[in-house]
């Protein structure tokens, strides 16, 4: 496969490895979350990719700007990207179970392009708005399909916390562009990423008792570290490097294949069941996906909608 005469294959290939790897995030954060709260792992992973990411801050030598202004509105930043976010994956996770969130995940690009479209003021074209309706009929069918495994306010809940939790992750994006052109990509990640750690520390204090803030066994610190590297550190500057070389389309299109490959591995683990309107749900969303990113390549988004798109 050739694309302005460079070709992709092999890019298309890292980002098939990348999206697999990425899909076993969900799985591992299940089997941290059934005998460890969600604050302070929070807490855990953010501590420990901010370390990785000020060690590799330290021994590249890039240039740091550390203006207390500039940190601190970083800082705010990664309270809506790294805090609120993990809040509501985690606990769709934990609620609705890792098929039914895997599937969920499936409305992150569909979440990017309408905030997109509000931030910029923008009118929704024709093609997003058909696209929205296609996911709202897909996303109605997965709950009901839950539905059948689950209560309806599990079910209900599950879903409200993934669109929560993207809708945050979105905005921080958006408002963090100015940033990122003024700090490192490391050194924004650092301190980003370190203050969410403090401020879940902080709640974690506060929520519960000591011997509770510390994992119970060495499988529950394994899989917080392989999240915390694998996911936190690897696979995001992976992606942030594919999408220097493969339209956010193609990106969008594999999302699916994370979002199936991540509910397989709950059927695996956990014994998880994906029902037929799930299923059927999750095909709604992969053509919503596609419908609206290729208004996109048409020109149906501003320039800045669709390298917000790309970039995510």
């Not at 401020?199 to 803030?213: C, I, K, N, T």
């Given at each position: ?5 460079i070709d ?8 098939v490895v990348?999206?697999?790897v990425?899909?076993?995030?969900p799985?591992a954060?299940k ?13 855990l992973?953010?501590?420990?990719s901010?370390i ?9 030598k ?10 601190a509105?970083?800082s705010?930043?990664g309270?809506g ?8 994956t985690?606990y769709?996770v934990?609620?609705?179970g890792?098929?039914?969130?895997g599937?969920?995940t ?19 074209r024709?093609?997003?708005w ?5 996911a709202?009929?897909g ?7 839950r ?7 599990s ?6 916390l993934?669109?929560?939790a993207?809708?945050a ?8 562009k ?20 403090v ?15 510390l ?20 696979v995001y500057?992976v992606?942030?490097?594919l ?7 193609q ?11 991540a509910?397989l591995?709950?059927m ?9 309107p ?9 053509a919503?996906i596609?419908i ?10 501003s ?5 917000f798109e790309?970039?995510?």
């Open positions: 496969m050739r694309q302005a005469g992709v294959t092999r890019y298309l290939w890292l980002a990348t999206q697999l990425a899909s076993t995030i799985s954060s089997l941290v979350l059934n005998s460890f709260p969600v604050e302070p792992y929070i807490a992973r953010w501590s420990i901010a990785a990411f000020g060690v590799l801050l330290k021994v590249s890039a240039r740091c700007v550390w203006e207390p202004r500039l940190i509105k970083v705010a930043l309270l990207g790294y805090v609120f976010a993990s809040l509501g985690l769709a934990k609620i609705g890792v098929s039914l969130f599937l969920l499936l409305l992150s690009p569909l979440t990017v392009i309408a905030v997109s479209a509000i931030v910029f003021k923008e009118r929704i024709r093609t997003t058909m696209a929205i309706g296609i709202f009929i996303l109605t069918a997965m709950v009901n399909g539905v059948e495994l689950l209560s309806a306010r079910a209900i809940a599950a879903a409200a993934v669109i929560a993207y809708t992750d979105s905005l921080t994006f958006l408002y963090s100015p940033f990122q052109a003024k700090l490192s990509l490391l050194q924004y990640l650092f301190a980003g990423q370190a203050a969410a750690a401020s879940m520390w902080l709640v974690s204090f506060a929520m519960y008792p000591r011997e509770q803030l994992p119970p066994n060495r499988e529950v610190w394994g899989a917080i570290v392989y999240v915390a590297f694998v996911s936190c550190v690897a500057f992606w942030y490097w999408l220097k070389h493969l339209q956010g389309q990106l969008g299109i594999l999302q699916y294949l994370h979002g199936m490959a509910a591995w709950g695996l683990i956990f014994d998880e069941r994906l029902t037929r799930m299923i059927v749900g999750s095909l709604f969303l992969l919503s596609v609206a990113s290729r208004g996109a390549q048409r020109g149906e988004a320039p800045n909608a669709r390298e790309a970039s995510t």
